[in-house]
């Protein structure tokens, strides 16, 4: 038990100090490439020191990552496959991980966690009951907080596509009316904009370069990124490409409509919000004003009812 013991604590440990020396290795490397990039370049490097300057995620967890993740593979069903890695997709594959290896490393993160509650339990002497409970649920913590990150990395994507897509649009429709192509364009939203949306713009740029049709490169970058309101526009800049419709005009109602439905969720937001401030009203504000208001009273009733009787 002792030697178990010290095996998690040395793991955590471990984990801690790489995330820690990950975390300045990627300042040290911003700070180097800004350098290289304003005194001039060092040459060609080598094979060996590309992979040496790569981050230490890239050259040892991923690696560890993809090995315990071909030999778990089996064993993942089908369908939780399928979700996770329609979920990474949609988030932007954070760490080039496949749904193999996003599964080990939750179970990673369920050993670690269980590694420090046992920790924990062991060195504020807790009994046994409460301390498996304890470990028990820093498991349980530990297996479920990458699908909390994943699906948060999810959702910031895209709100961030839902907030940019209107200014996109009225982007494009300008660069079209000014004589512009569709690609023309969108290449003028990728220069003149940044964010989640240009960025998948420049993809899907590039597999178009690469010979991809455009339909398709459209479709997929609707994949991607799963969004109601993209998919609503590129739908109707594939129908009016097949109809022969002017793209500026359907681009601008488009904008239109998609000002309209952000105002809509924004009005919506709002709408909800006293319903949400219920609740530490009624579990913080509350309480604590009627101690404020009642208590002496309530002091004072007692007091006079003892000394009554």
Do not use: C, H
């Not at 038990?1 to 040395?10: C, S």
């Not at 975390?23 to 290289?36: K, L, M, P, S, Y």
């Not at 609707?222 to 109601?228: G, I, M, N, S, Y």
């Amino acid at each position: 038990m002792v030697t178990l013991t010290a095996t998690l604590v040395f793991l955590a440990v471990l984990a801690l100090g790489l995330t820690v020396y990950q975390a300045f290795r990627a300042g040290e490397e911003a700070v180097v490439t800004r350098a290289t990039a304003l005194l001039g370049g060092e040459g060609p490097a080598t094979l060996r020191e590309q992979e040496l300057r790569q981050p230490l995620y890239y050259r040892v967890v991923k690696p560890l990552l993809r090995r315990l993740g071909a030999a778990g593979k089996q064993y993942i069903p089908a369908g939780r496959t399928a979700n996770i890695e329609k979920l990474l997709l949609i988030a932007g594959r954070p760490g080039g991980l496949t749904a193999a290896e996003f599964m080990v490393l939750k179970y990673l993160m369920a050993i670690l966690s269980g590694a420090v509650g046992l920790l924990l339990g062991r060195l504020s002497g807790l009994p046994a009951a409460q301390s498996f409970l304890f470990v028990t649920l820093l498991l349980v913590f530990g297996f479920l907080l990458p699908d909390f990150f994943l699906r948060q990395k999810v959702r910031q994507r895209q709100e961030a596509v839902r907030d940019a897509l209107p200014d996109v649009l009225d982007l494009l429709t300008v660069s079209i009316e000014a004589g512009l192509g569709f690609d023309g364009a969108i290449l003028k939203v990728v220069e003149k904009m940044k964010g989640v949306l240009p960025a998948e713009f420049r993809q899907m740029l590039q597999e178009i370069k690469v010979g991809k049709p455009r339909r398709d490169a459209l479709r997929d970058m609707a994949l991607r990124l799963d969004v109601e309101e993209l998919s609503s526009f590129i739908g109707a800049i594939l129908m009016a490409e097949q109809m022969g419709v002017q793209l500026a005009n359907v681009m601008r109602l488009q904008a239109q409509e998609i000002r309209l439905k952000r105002r809509q969720r924004a009005d919506e937001q709002a709408m909800k919000a006293p319903v949400k401030m219920l609740i530490p009203l009624v579990f913080f504000i509350f309480p604590a004003t009627f101690i404020v208001l009642l208590g002496p009273a309530i002091l004072n009733m007692a007091r006079a009812f003892r000394s009554g009787f």
